[in-house]
Each structure stands twice: as structure tokens, then as C-alpha cells.
């Protein structure tokens, strides 16, 4: 099973930019939908942007504009480049896998297989 490591996480001013990166290693596939998601205090896991195995990507309308979800299949690596960053955006921050299905647009937390142990980002204002 592909097994997953967030990095990147940190403090930063409201309007800063921070860019997250999720290792695979293990089975890892090209065709895999992949997903970030975030999860504040209280609250419920937030699906934030998902890729799918072609490349398509979805993101949460909270985050459309801002945030650019990526990845690099030769390092078999994922990646989030966060701008504009604002204090609602904090909260620990999850990669995710699943081999690719056509509902990976949709996906909700459950349809994921792998998950890293999340990285803390924290907005100020």
C-alpha cells in the first residue's frame, strides 16, 4: 500500500504563501486520485483540492484561486501551493490516495485508502 508524508506546514502572516508536499512511497501509481484535505479544531474534514489520475483537478470553493494542487509522478510526489493565505485556512493538513475512480472529482474522505500523518498550518492575522 502507498504510504504518504506531508511536509512544508508552518506559521504564517495573513496573505503569506506556503507550499505543502506529500512523499509517496510503496505502491504508488500514476492513475491514483490524490487529494488534500484539511481539518481545524471542531470541525469536520474538509476536502480542500483532488487530482485526478489525468491530471484534472477540483478544489473547494473556499480555496478556488488560491490554491493550486499539483503533482510530479516521476518523484511520485504531490504538492499544494497555498497564496493569499488567510486565517480560516488553518488546520492540520492531510495528503490522501485511492486508486483513481471516476468519482475522484467528488471524492469525500472515505474513498481514501492512504492518508499521511498531517501537517499544521497556521494562518495569523
Known amino acids: 500500500q502507498v504510504q504518504l508524508v506531508e511536509s512544508g506546514g508552518g506559521s504564517v502572516q495573513a496573505g503569506g504563501s506556503l507550499r505543502l508536499s506529500c512523499a509517496a512511497s510503496?505502491?504508488?501509481?500514476?492513475?491514483?486520485?490524490m487529494a488534500w484535505f484539511r481539518q481545524a479544531p471542531g470541525k469536520e474534514r474538509e476536502r480542500v483540492a483532488v487530482?485526478?489520475?489525468?491530471?484534472?483537478?477540483t478544489y473547494a470553493d473556499s480555496v478556488k484561486g488560491r490554491f493550486t494542487i499539483s503533482k510530479d509522478n516521476a518523484k511520485n510526489a504531490l504538492y499544494l501551493q497555498m497564496n493569499s493565505l488567510r486565517p480560516e485556512d488553518t488546520g492540520l493538513y492531510y495528503c490522501?490516495?485511492?486508486?483513481?475512480?471516476?468519482?475522484?472529482?467528488?471524492?469525500?474522505?472515505?474513498?481514501?485508502?492512504?492518508w499521511g500523518q498531517g501537517t499544521q498550518v497556521t494562518v495569523s492575522s
Open positions: 510503496g505502491d504508488t501509481y500514476s492513475s491514483y486520485c
Open positions: 490522501a490516495a485511492v486508486i483513481s475512480t471516476l468519482l475522484c472529482p467528488i471524492a469525500p474522505p472515505e474513498f481514501f485508502r492512504s
Open positions: 487530482i485526478s489520475g489525468d491530471g484534472g483537478t
